[in-house]
């Protein structure tokens, strides 16, 4: 009888670690390594770097959840901090989401800090399993604030994420094997409207490698690359 129930936990056991290897992360999955990004415009003018730095993985709730500190930089100086987040990606079953809070813009969220403020965002979702020619979900975030007299929403859709090649490619990093993604973004602040298109490489186990954004027009305006690893 011992025998039996001993099996049965080993198989259990066995499925669950089987679920967890099979979502594929895009992200570094060791704590304490950085990622060293620099981003400059269409001619290759330097306008700032960031970096993230994974904190902590932890289980919570059936969910793996990745805590990662992005430190963004002063572009005439590397030593001056601009701004310091928090940004949080989820293994759910086997799927990796992108939390849609990153895609605020915290230094103008800290002016609503006394108002009524609401959130609501449906997260990116990466399946466990990438190839070229897939469609992957839309995703949204939406910031409704009220504050008497003035009240604002501010929202950003990301929408026709498409998985367009498996291909290699090369930065000051290094050589990455990567899958090139497009989507499309839309953000409206009041009566303000911008639509740009983002091409990016991401890799598994580490996370952007590459991005490019391009206006409505269709032309080149910022490219983002992973300049430095530290593990």
């Not at 306008?47 to 730095?53: D, I, R, W």
């Not at 490619?169 to 602040?189: H, R």
């Not at 952007?208 to 954004?213: A, G």
Request: proline content about 2%; glycine content about 6%; charged content about 25%.
């Amino acid at each position: 009888m011992k025998k039996i129930f001993y099996l049965i936990l080993m198989l259990f056991l066995s499925s669950k670690l089987v679920l967890a290897q099979e979502c594929s992360i895009y992200i570094p999955n060791t704590v304490g390594t950085e990622l060293h990004y620099e981003m400059t415009n269409q001619k290759g003018k330097v306008l700032g770097s960031y970096t993230q730095k994974l904190l902590s993985i932890k289980n919570k709730g059936g969910e793996t959840i990745y805590s990662m500190l992005q430190t963004t930089m002063d572009s005439d100086s590397k030593d001056k901090v601009i701004l310091s987040d928090t940004i949080t990606f989820r293994c759910k079953g086997n799927e990796f989401y992108i939390d849609m809070d990153k895609y605020l813009n915290q230094k103008q969220m800290e002016a609503f800090q006394n108002m009524e403020v609401k959130v609501t965002t449906d997260d990116l979702i990466y399946p466990p399993n990438l190839s070229p020619g897939q469609s992957l979900n839309d995703g949204s975030i939406t910031v409704s604030i009220e504050g008497g007299v003035m009240n604002m929403n501010m929202t950003t859709n990301i929408t026709n994420r498409k998985v367009e090649a498996h291909e290699s490619i090369e930065t000051p990093a290094g050589k990455f094997k990567c899958y090139k993604l497009s989507e499309d973004v839309q953000s409206k602040t009041g009566f303000v409207n911008v639509r740009m298109h983002n091409v990016m490489w991401i890799s598994k186990n580490i996370g952007t490698i590459r991005s490019e954004s391009y206006n409505k027009k269709g032309k080149l305006t910022g490219i983002t690359q992973l300049v430095k690893i530290i593990k």
